[in-house]
């Protein structure tokens, strides 16, 4: 199940990535709303997850957006360090149980 990540900060995305994909999982990121909408219309991704920093209009319309194109399931995350850890603990178990519901 592909999964795409939205936040505000690019090195983050890229270290959430850089974990997702070690650990045998289809994901993009990107840091911009109009970048989320983009891949969303493809109807490709099962899993959103929205990242600490995006701001709460755009968390809500993104979310909105993301209902009307095949998301499954999303995930509102803050990372913390060490932040392979923590998308390890709280958004791969999450990333599996979506997959397993579909």
């Given at each position: 199940m592909?999964?795409l990540?939205?936040?505000?900060?690019?090195?983050?995305?890229?270290?959430?990535?850089?974990t997702?994909?070690?650990?045998?999982?289809?994901?993009?990121?990107?840091?911009?709303?109009?970048?989320?909408?983009?891949?969303?219309?493809?109807?490709?991704?099962?899993?959103?997850?929205?990242?600490?920093g995006?701001?709460?209009?755009?968390?809500a319309?993104?979310?909105?957006?993301?209902?009307?194109?095949?998301v499954?399931r999303?995930i509102?995350?803050?990372?913390?360090?060490?932040?392979?850890?923590?998308?390890?603990?709280?958004?791969?178990?999450?990333?599996?149980?979506?997959?397993?519901?579909?």
């Amino acid at each position: 199940m592909r999964t795409l990540v939205l936040g505000r900060t690019p090195a983050r995305v890229t270290e959430v990535l850089a974990t997702l994909r070690t650990d045998g999982f289809d994901a993009e990121g990107v840091s911009t709303d109009d970048e989320a909408r983009t891949l969303l219309r493809t109807e490709e991704f099962g899993v959103l997850i929205i990242g600490g920093g995006v701001e709460p209009e755009s968390r809500a319309a993104i979310k909105e957006f993301a209902a009307r194109h095949r998301v499954r399931r999303v995930i509102d995350g803050a990372l913390t360090a060490p932040f392979d850890a923590y998308v390890r603990r709280e958004f791969e178990p999450l990333i599996r149980e979506a997959a397993a519901q579909g």
